[in-house]
């Protein structure tokens, strides 16, 4: 079973990046794709982007189209996820998820705790 733990979070101005990074441990980490999930108070949590086990097959939400960018590297088991250009709405709790496949991120029980993004305008 598959534990993962995000880090890089913080307090940030509009405009500004931050690197998120999750790390796994306890399972085989080159056959999760890997997916990074935001929830801002009072919303639903959403995928803002997956990336396939070999990571040859990247998604992302429309918000964060050309902004974002998740990356993983499987020698060191872990994902990252690069955002730049920050917004205010980019605001939330952002959390790793593994599962058997993108589609399969939806319904996964493989969470991390997440890592609070504030972005001030």
């Known amino acids: 079973q598959v534990q993962l733990v995000e880090s890089g979070g913080g307090l940030v101005q509009a405009g500004g990046s931050l690197r998120l990074s999750c790390a796994a441990s306890?399972?085989?980490?080159?056959?999760?794709?890997m997916g990074w999930a935001r929830q801002a108070p009072g919303k639903e949590r959403e995928f803002v982007a997956r990336?396939?086990?070999?990571?040859?097959?990247?998604y992302y939400v429309d918000s964060v189209k050309g902004r974002f960018t998740i990356s993983r590297d499987n020698a060191k088991n872990t994902v990252y996820l690069q955002m730049n250009s920050l917004k205010p709405e980019d605001t939330a709790v952002y959390y790793c998820a593994a599962a058997i496949t993108t589609q399969a991120l939806d319904r996964t029980d493989y969470w991390g705790q997440g890592t609070q993004v504030t972005v001030s305008s």
């Open positions: 990336i396939t086990r070999s990571g040859g097959s990247i």
């Open positions: 306890g399972g085989t980490f080159s056959l999760y794709a």
